[in-house]
């Protein structure tokens, strides 16, 4: 590698790296802060500042940073067999370990995987294996899929149309518009005035049903749904209203496409949310981040054993699984996933998690006496909080306000990292946080909204 300064990387950055989610006109202006390294909850920069990770990366180091476990399992793997193809009848070691791994943490039938890179692509191959599968059965005009309004699933073309936060798709063509259809997000916090928790979810599902009578049960083959919405603001849905949308999918004939790219892998206190916590079990379940711990990109489409059994049999027309990825089943990144599931279960994480997450959010609670907090929500170690202008019409700053982004600032300055996602500041630590650093994050969180409420309430 070539000798550099600091000065010189942020110049090459601002150069060459195009990053996801920039804002060129700042960008170009300010360029970037390095993370230069990271060790368990903190993060450093090149001045060697340290930083609270209140977002574990991007949602997904939740072993923290600097594991060995990870980093062993990792050079291990690269030293003995790093990379073979997947395809047809090769396989590696750690890929089929991974998947077996897989099968036994997840509920029901999810017994069968299918690796990606990432999020995105699982999202994306789960969409192509429900058409296949339709396909198969003979039921070619099966094909749209409901999503939601402020849902995230990813930034290929067809999952950025599945995702329901408009300013994603801002300049870009639609691709699957024919295909994808959205309803309402389940946002308890802005659901109609006067109206109960219970009434808005009899409202919600009701919505769904009407969708699908109005496209036609016979065209609709899926339901995508993240437990509980992460980008769209850490929405929380009523009690019940996934186990009564996945009654309504069984009603119709529906899959349901679980996506637990952020609340698997102890986020929630559980391996993975769905029946552990909603008491329903989807068709295909998508997961990423947590599950190699963000150490090295992986992403799995875990489908149940009826839908493999459909898209495996010889019986069926449509003859062989055309679909895949060089890195399918990478054996590094499935080393990493096997590392990050035994370090899981030795340190007891999800138990952790089952304290410290309530704790947390309670703590978190607090916060709901600044005039600018509207409302602080969450579950376990995926918290959110929505700031407002006028708290008691829930009213919203104007966008170019940039209420998160200062509030994301002012934390920076006090040695705490938060996401900002416009109105609402999104927290998702490692998993090992402990009461202490939740103590922490409070007290930065509020030090910062205390130092910009009243320049964004002018
Ligand atoms: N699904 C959800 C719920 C996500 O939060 C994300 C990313 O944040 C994705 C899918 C996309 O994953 P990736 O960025 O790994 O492609």
């Keep these: 590698m070539r000798s550099y300064t600091n000065a010189d990387v942020k110049r090459l950055d601002i150069e060459h790296f195009i990053h996801p989610y920039t804002d060129f006109a700042t960008f170009r202006q300010e360029g970037s802060q390095i993370t230069a390294s990271a060790s368990g909850v903190h993060i450093f920069d090149e001045e060697g500042r340290k930083y609270l990770d209140g977002i574990a990366g991007l949602w997904c180091v939740n072993l923290g940073h600097g594991r060995r476990e990870l980093v062993d399992a990792i050079a291990h793997q690269a030293a003995t067999m790093q990379y073979y193809n997947p395809f047809g009848h090769s396989t590696n070691v750690p890929a089929a370990l991974l998947a077996a791994e897989l099968a036994e943490l997840l509920p029901g039938s999810l017994n069968h995987v299918f690796y990606t890179t990432g ?227 030795r340190d007891g994480l999800n138990e952790h998690v089952r304290v410290v997450g309530p704790a947390f959010l309670k703590a978190l609670e607090a916060l709901n006496a600044f005039e600018i907090v509207g409302d602080v929500r969450g579950s376990h170690l995926m918290c959110g909080i929505e700031l407002v202008k006028d708290k008691v019409a829930k009213r919203s700053f104007a966008p170019t306000v940039g209420s998160a982004h200062q509030v994301f600032l002012a934390c920076r300055e006090r040695g705490l990292i938060v996401r900002p996602i416009g109105d609402k500041i999104v927290l998702s630590p490692p998993l090992i946080f402990t009461e202490e650093h939740c103590q922490e994050t409070v007290r930065i969180l509020s030090e910062a909204i205390s130092a910009v409420s009243d320049t964004l309430l002018a």
Excluded at 152 to 177: C, E, P, R
Excluded at 203 to 229: K, S, T
Excluded at 308 to 317: F, K, L, N, R, T
Aim: charged share 15%; with cysteine.
């Design 119 to 345: 999020g995105s692509t699982a999202n994306d191959l789960a969409i192509r294996m429900v058409h296949h599968y339709f396909n198969r059965l003979g039921k070619p005009n099966k094909k749209k899929i409901i999503a939601r309004v402020d849902a995230y699933h990813g930034s290929t073309y067809v999952t950025a149309q599945l995702t329901g936060i408009h300013a994603t798709k801002y300049g870009f063509d639609s691709v699957g518009q024919d295909f994808i259809h959205h309803i309402s997000a389940a946002n308890s916090y802005r659901r109609p005035a006067g109206m109960s928790e219970a009434a808005y979810c009899d409202h919600l599902v009701q919505e769904f049903e009407d969708r699908i009578l109005q496209l036609g049960p016979d065209n609709v083959a899926a339901f995508i749904a993240e437990p509980i919405m992460g980008a769209g603001g850490v929405l929380v849905a009523p009690d019940g209203y996934h186990r009564r949308m996945h009654a309504i999918c069984r009603k119709y004939g529906l899959l349901y496409i679980a996506d637990e790219v952020v609340t698997a892998f102890g986020r929630l206190g559980e391996w993975s949310a769905s029946e552990a916590l909603y008491g329903y079990v989807p068709d295909i379940m998508i997961l990423a981040k947590g599950l190699t711990s963000g150490y090295i990109p992986l992403g799995a489409a875990v489908f149940s054993s009826e839908f493999y059994d459909v898209i495996a049999s010889p019986q069926c027309e449509g003859g062989q699984l055309t679909l895949g990825f060089t890195y399918s089943g990478h054996a590094v990144a499935c080393a990493a996933g096997l590392a990050t599931i035994e370090t899981m279960k």
